[in-house]
Nanobody, 125 residues
């Protein structure tokens, strides 16, 4: 059975930093791209960042480019999202996801087969 467990969310002030982690079990972690998405209250889930299976290619939403960094450690079955210079509009539940295909680095939900339960990130004024 596939499990993705996120951690690292919390309350942070504007301009602060957080690092999210997501551990995958039940699948061969190194074979798939991994992604982060987020959903704010009253809004649809949106793409944040994705990383190729070897970690040699990354993709970011324009709203987080230059502030967030996605990385992975295949030996630990873990993907990370380093979030710096946080803004109020970054407040959301953040979800990690494991890709559905052996190729590509998807930017849409349809490209991901398995999802975590989410971790709340709240950025205060």
């Amino acid at each position: 059975q596939v499990h993705l467990v996120e951690s690292g969310g919390g309350l942070v002030q504007t301009g602060g930093s957080l690092r999210l982690s997501c551990v995958l079990s039940g699948r061969t972690f190194s074979s798939y791209a991994m992604g982060w998405f987020r959903q704010a209250p009253g809004k649809e889930r949106e793409f944040v960042a994705a990383i190729s299976r070897r970690g040699d290619y990354t993709s970011y939403a324009d709203s987080v480019k230059g502030r967030f960094t996605i990385s992975r450690d295949n030996a630990k079955n873990t993907v990370y999202l380093q979030m710096n210079s946080l803004k109020r509009e970054d407040t959301a539940v953040y979800y990690c996801a494991a890709g559905v295909s052996l190729i590509g680095v998807p930017r849409t939900s349809e490209g991901y087969a398995d999802w975590g339960q989410g971790t709340q990130v709240t950025v205060s004024p």
